[in-house]
């Protein structure tokens, strides 16, 4: 019988990996390597396959199989990555991104260990479904991730849909291509914003990482006597939303009415979203959320204001509790789930 799983998390950044349990717990520390994402894919997958051995070597286990969190439109059925913005290498002074590359088979050849995977931020929501806030058994959970984007996902368990449904657990909603779970791009205002995917309005134009450092310059600069501003030393390039979070801790009221407007946008995406799914869990993950109560305060604000009473009174809007380890959790999860189909 399987014991353990590998879970790696490719970013565009670094690629981490651990082996992982079945009941979600790393039996040794994640290792990490850098990505050389922007270096063509040949030298990404020799730093892929370099941290996964290491990991294997690490746990002193051998693993059934890998399961792998990537950010980008991924076809999980093939393991092909259909399309990754931050991926690929110059060629004729322009960057040419990953398309249709087939991650799955090459990481098998090499490894000779079956490989699956899914977008980073739909398997965030299964490893948080998996072995955080839903601890296995929430009738449905919704996730979004805060950070450089907003990314998400959906977790849909038999108690929300009609009809002959007979699994146990939590899937992942997909969708027809595997481009489900797109919930940054959930627009709250068409007159809004212009967002990256080049939409008007898009949460994801409200409250990423960027939007809320540019609303905190703005803020610090209407109010120069604020301690946010006091805390940049005059520098408004050194806002970042953790100085925003270490101004509100004080209690700072500027830094306090950034995070009660964010929040109040994200409470209107979530109240959309509720009305969609009907969850009994909304988990925010991310960097961001450790913002904490000011950002969840007007979260919770705007929610009561726009949700479905009947649909609220069912639901809890929760930070989550694996940040620190999403991807490699949602891997692994993914790679449990395959195992356990195997049976």
């Known amino acids: 019988m399987a014991t353990a799983v590998v879970g790696v998390d490719l970013g ?4 981490r990996a651990a082996v992982v349990n079945r009941a979600g717990e790393l039996l040794a520390p994640p290792v990490q390597h850098p990505s050389r994402a922007q270096e063509g894919f040949a030298l990404t997958l020799e730093q892929i396959t370099l941290t996964i051995r290491e990991a294997i070597a690490a746990a002193g286990v051998s693993p059934a199989r890998i399961g792998m969190a990537v950010p980008g439109h991924i076809d999980s059925a093939r393991g092909v990555v259909r399309w990754a913005p931050n991926f690929g290498e110059m060629r004729d002074e322009v960057f040419e991104v990953w398309r249709d590359v087939p991650l799955a088979d090459a990481l098998q050849a090499r490894l000779n260990l079956p490989v699956v995977m899914g977008n980073d931020a739909n398997l965030a929501a299964l490893g948080e479904y998996t072995y955080g806030v839903g601890r296995g058994a929430a009738r449905g959970l919704v996730m979004l991730t805060l950070g450089t984007g907003i990314g998400g996902g959906v977790v849909l368990t038999r108690h929300q849909v009609q009809g002959n449904a007979h699994w146990e657990g939590g899937v992942l909603l997909v969708g027809l291509s595997g481009g489900a779970g797109e919930l940054g791009h959930t627009i709250i205002n068409f007159a809004g914003p212009r967002c990256g995917c080049g939409a008007r309005g898009c949460i ?3 409250a990423r990482r960027d939007a809320i450092v540019e609303l905190a310059r703005e803020q610090a600069r ?14 408004p390039a050194k806002i970042t939303p953790a100085l925003v979070s270490e101004a509100a801790a004080q209690g700072d009221p500027t830094a306090l009415a950034i995070w009660r407007e964010v929040g109040y946008y994200l409470g209107i995406a979530i109240a959309s979203l509720i009305s969609v799914f009907n969850p009994e869990i909304v988990a925010i993950g991310g960097q961001i959320a ?3 109560a000011p950002l969840f305060a007007a979260i919770h604000e705007a929610v009561r204001d726009y949700a479905l009473p009947t649909l609220l009174q069912d639901c809890r809007i929760v930070p989550a509790e694996r940040i620190e380890d999403a991807g490699i ?7 449990w789930q395959a195992v356990e189909a195997r049976r």
Do not use: Q
């Not at 565009?12 to 690629?15: I, L, R, Y």
């Not at 604020?226 to 520098?235: A, I, P, Q």
């Open 12 to 15: 565009g950044t670094n690629v």
């Open 222 to 235: 209407r109010n120069p006597d604020s301690l946010l501003n006091r805390l940049t030393e005059g520098d």
């Open 290 to 292: 450790k913002a904490g």
């Open 204 to 206: 994801e134009a409200y």
């Open 329 to 335: 959790l949602g891997g692994a999860a993914l790679a």
